[in-house]
């Protein structure tokens, strides 16, 4: 079974960049990445998708190297409401695969 | 735009006794939608996938006949936990796609935590 492994837990001051890895080595072709935000006792909610290279919205940007074995996620400067667990998800043509998660703490 | 309910928001029931959790897509047909399940602190785990009027496709280890899923219509799928018992206490969460697959972006409910006593 394929796995997506996060790093644990990070921490960060406001105002700075923070970036989140998440491995899958067993990504297929068919798969995109996506990754989501979570807070406790909700739902996810979506940040950014991709599938190769970089891509950017108006609240982070995905980082995927050429061998898409892993991606890294980019909050440019994180505030005190960006405490949260980030998740990277694998989907494809029949499988949706949730990483390990990783905690944020932003520190004032 | 986009939003997804889930109601109960949170429930205890009897052990033994079922439990219905409904999704909703607001403002949007959902195509397909996703039941998760997510113990404290871990991850989310995928249960079962349901495309309206289709019967739902229910990941390796997961009991279909415990776990029943309803996808009637475009807006609305439930699903129920039959006789249900402390060790399926557990956050679940619904997410809804306007899309068939799994590489189509997804928009998740805000969840439903069962307790079962």
């Known amino acids: 079974l394929a796995k997506t492994t996060q790093p644990i837990s990070m921490d960060s001051y406001e105002g700075q960049e923070v970036n989140i890895t998440c491995s899958h080595n067993?990504?297929?072709?068919?798969?995109?990445i996506t990754w989501y935000q979570q807070f406790p006792s909700q739902g996810p909610r979506f940040i950014i998708q991709?599938?190769?290279t970089k891509v950017t919205n108006e609240v982070a940007s995905l980082f995927i190297p050429a061998d898409r074995k892993s991606s890294t996620l980019s909050l440019p400067r994180v505030s005190l409401s960006d405490t949260a667990v980030y998740y990277c998800l694998v989907g494809g043509t029949d499988k949706l695969i949730f990483g390990t998660g990783t905690r944020l703490q932003v520190f004032p | 735009g986009a939003v997804v309910s889930q109601h109960p928001s949170r429930v205890i029931c009897k052990s033994g006794t079922s439990v219905k959790i409904e999704c909703r897509s607001l403002?949007?047909?959902?195509?397909?939608m996703f039941w998760y399940r997510q113990f404290p602190k871990q991850s989310l785990m995928l249960m079962a996938t349901?495309?309206?009027?289709?019967?739902?496709?229910?990941e390796q280890g997961v009991e279909k006949d415990k776990f029943l899923i309803n996808h009637a219509s475009l807006t609305l799928s439930t699903l129920t936990v039959t006789s249900a018992h402390p060790e399926d206490s557990s956050f679940y969460i619904c997410?809804?796609?306007?899309?068939?697959?799994?590489?189509?972006?997804?928009?998740f409910g805000p969840g439903t935590r069962l307790t079962v006593l």
């Open positions: 349901s495309n309206e009027g289709s019967k739902a496709t229910y």
């Open positions: 997410s809804a796609s306007p899309g068939t697959g799994y590489t189509d972006t997804q928009y």
């Open positions: 067993n990504i297929a072709t068919n798969d995109y």
């Open positions: 991709g599938y190769k």
């Open positions: 403002d949007f047909q959902a195509t397909t």
